[in-house]
C-alpha cells in the first residue's frame, strides 16, 4: 500500500494580496524573511522535503498572486491540489472576511472529489504586529464552522508556528492521499484532465 | 417742522466734521480742549452736557421725533382725525431717516458711540418651534435683531422684524444646553437633497448641452428653480453648531445653527466685547420700529455679505462643484517665532463649513506645512483661510477669503502667494478637478461585464465614470496607503458598490467615499477585469505579446517604441481610458515611499488587469505554463508602458 502513495505533495496557498503568503513559504522553505514589498507575479513554488509519519515526502508549495483571483490561472493551477492553505492577515479584517470567497473558489475550481472533507488549513498571519484586528475567537469560531480547519497563528516574519503550521499541512495532505488511494479505481482524475487534451478540440489546435 | 428737514439733514452730515474738527483741535492743542471743556451747558434739569453732547442733541432730535410719532401713532384709533396727520408725518420722518442712514452707515463707528452702528449681519439658521427657519441677524452696537427675508419680486429682499433684543439683556449659551428642547420636528434628510440636488444639476447640465445653440429655455428654468429650491433646503438643513441666546428680560432664549465655528466665534466675540464696552444709559428703550427702520437702512449696503445663493441670479454658474487639492506650503513675514495651524474652510451655498486643519508648528518664524487637502466642494464659491495660535483659546492671527472661479482655478497644479495681512503672506497650491455628472445606470449588468463601447454610449462620456469616480476617490485619500491598489477590498463592500454602480451612479459615488480605500480600488480593478474585452483589445494582444517577446530586457528602448506603436492602433476610447489610469497609476507610484507601490508592483496588478488575451486565443496545451508566461509578459508590457510615461514627463 505505501509504495503506491506518492511521494509529491502539492500545497497551494491562497489568500488576499500582502497577508504574507510568499514570506510564508519563503520562512518556511529558506528560513529567510524580506521586508521588500513586492507583489508576486502570477505562481511560483518552491519544494521541500518534509518527513511526514517516519515517510519523505517532496512537498510542492504553490505560492500564488493574491491579485489575480482566479483569472489568469484558473482551473489547471488548482486541479491535484492536496491540501489548500488559506492566508489572512490578522491585522486587516478584509483579508479575514474573504476566506470564505477564498475557499468557495477554490472548491468550484479544484472540485476536489470530496469537499466536504478536503483539507484546508487557515494561517493567521503577522501576530508579530501590534495593531491585531482580528481576535484568535473569531477565527477559531470560522474555522470551527468549517468543518474544523486546523488553525494557527504565524509570523513569518518572527518564524512564529511557521515550522508546526506546514508540519499538519504535510500531514494532512498525506492522509487526503492516502484517502484518495481507497478509492483509487475510480477514473475521475483521467477524465477531468482528458477533457483539456480532447484531441479535435478546436482551442488545441496548434497548426 | 417738515420743511425743517433739509436744515437738519444739513446738520446731521456736518455733525461728523464737527466732531472730528472737535477732536482734532482737542488733540493738537491743549488750549482747545480747555476751552471745550469747559463749555458746559446747564439746562434746567441741572444736567451738564459738554459740546460733543450738545452738538449730538439735534441728531438726537430726530430721532427722538420719529419715536414720538410712532407712539403717537399707536395710541392713536385709525377712526381719530389725527391719525392721518400723524402716519404722514411718520412716513416723512421714516423716509428722511432712511435715506440718511444710507449715508450714514459708512461713518467711521469710533466718531461717535451714541449713533447706532452695524456691528455684524449675517443671514443664520434659526431654530422656530421646531423648524429651521432662514433669518438675517443684525447685531448693532446696542441691540441685535432678527428679520425674516421676504421676498418683493425679482431680486429684491425686504426685511420683516421678528424680534430684537437690548444688548445689555443678551445673554451667551456657547454650549448646547442638553436639557434644553433642541428637537426638530422634520429634520431634512440632507443625503437624500444633495442627491436629488445633483440629479437636478445632470439634467441642467444635459440641457444645457443638449440645445447649445439656444432653443427652450423654459425647462431649463424650471431645473433651475428646482435647484433654488433644493439648494434652499440645504442651506437650512447643512448647519449643525449651536448658538444660543438667552433674553434676560423675559427669559426667552433664541437657537441658532451655524456652520463654521469661525462664525459661532465671531458672533460671541462681537456680543461679548459690546456688551463690555456698553456704556449706554439703561433708559434708552429700543423700539420695533426704529429697529426696522436701522435694518430697511443696511439693506442697500449689504448685498455682498449675505448668504451668495440668495442674491444669486439664475444665469449665474458661479457655484463650483468638484474637488479642489489645496496644499499649504509656508508661511513668511512673522515677526517672532509663533506656535500656529492654519484651518481652512469652504463655503457650500453660503455657510462656511471647515473642511481641513493644518498640524501645528510650534515655535517657527517661517512655519513650513507642506501638507496637501482634498477639499470637496459643493455649490462653493470662496476658500476661507484662517491662521491661528494657539493659545488656551486659539487666537485668529490672520484671514483671507480666496474668491474661487474658473478663471483660475485648472486641473493643472498652481502656486499661489496669498497676503494674509500686510506682512504675512501664505504659499498655497490649487488644483480643481470638476464634478462630473452621474447619470443613472439602468439596468442589471450595464456595467460589469459590459462592453466598453456600450458603456460610454450609453454614459455619453469618453471615459466611463465607474473609472474617473473610483480614480478621483483613490486621489482623494488612498495615495498614501500601504498596498494601494495591492491589497484587496473586502468582498461584502465589493458587492455592494457594483450594485450601487449598476443602480444609481450618485449612490455609488457616496458609498465610494464611504468604504475601505482598497475596496475603491478593488472595484476599479473588477470592472476592468470584468470588462469582455480587456482595454489593450483582443485584437491586439497577441502584438503587444510578441513585440515584449521579441526584444530582451536590453533593448529596453526599442522594445518600448515598439509598444507604443502597437498602442497608437489601439481604439481612441481604449487610449483615453488607458492613459488616465496610466498617469494615475504613476502619481500613485511618486508616493512610493508612503504606499510601498514600485513600478513592479503597480504593473503586477495592473498588467493582467488591462492586457488579456482573448477567450479563443486561449491556447489549452499547457494552461499552467502558459498562462504563468502570460501574465509575467503582462505585467512587463505594463512596466514599459508606465516607464515610458514616466520618462516622457
Redesign the interface.
Known sequence: MASRKKSLLKVIILG???VGKTSLMNQYVNKRFSNQ???????DFCTKEVVVNDRVVTMQIWDT????RF???????YRGADCCVLVYDVT????F??L??WRDEFLIQASPRDPEHFPFVVLGNKVDLDNRQVSTRRAQQWCQSKNDIPYYETSAKEGINVELAFQTIAKNALEQEAEADVVNDFPDQIILNSQ??RPG?P??C?C | MADMFDLYSAFLHNYKNAIDTVKKCSGTNPQFKKIVSTIVVNLQTEQSLTLEDLLHKPVARVQINALVFNDLLRETPPNHPDHQPLRQAQKIIQMFLNQFNVVNQRLPSESNRNLRRMVRNSFIVELVDGHRKLRHLFLFNDVIACAKYKALGRDRIDYELKWFIPLKDISIYEEADPAAELKESSPANISQVKRNLRSVRDQLALEAASNSGGGTVRSGDKYRRKLADLESQLVLATPNLVLRLGNKANNKTMTFFLSSDFERTQWIDSITSLKQKCNLPGANTINALEVTAFIVAMQKGMKTEMGSYLMRNTNDESLLVGDLHMGVQGLQGLEQPTDLYICIEVDSYGHYFRKATTKMICRSQTPLWNESFMLELEGSQNVRILLYEAKERPLLRAKHILKLSLSWLTETTQTRSIKLSETLELGCSFRFVPGELCRATTKPGALFGAKMSQVLKREKRDIPFIISACIREVERRGMLE??CY????????LSKLKKAFESDAYEAEQLLREV?I??VTGILKTFL?ELPEALFTDQLYPRFFETFSAFSNNNEAIRTSELLKVFEELPQANKASISLILDHLIRVHEKEADN?M?L??LA??FG?TLL?PGQ?Q????D??AA??V???A??GILYCFLQARIKKD
Open positions: 488576499d494580496s500582502s514589498y513586492k507583489a508576486t507575479i502570477g505562481a498572486a493574491g491579485q489575480e483569472q489568469s490561472l484558473g482551473v489547471a493551477f486587516a479584517p478584509n483579508s472576511k474573504n470564505d470567497s483539456n487534451n478540440n482551442d488545441n496548434q | 500601504v498596498g495591492r491589497v484587496s477590498g473586502s468582498a461584502s463592500d475601505d482598497h475596496s477585469r510601498k514600485s513592479h508592483n503586477m496588478v493582467p488579456r479563443t486561449v491556447k489549452q496545451k494552461p499552467l498562462s504563468t502570460d501574465v509575467m503582462q505585467a
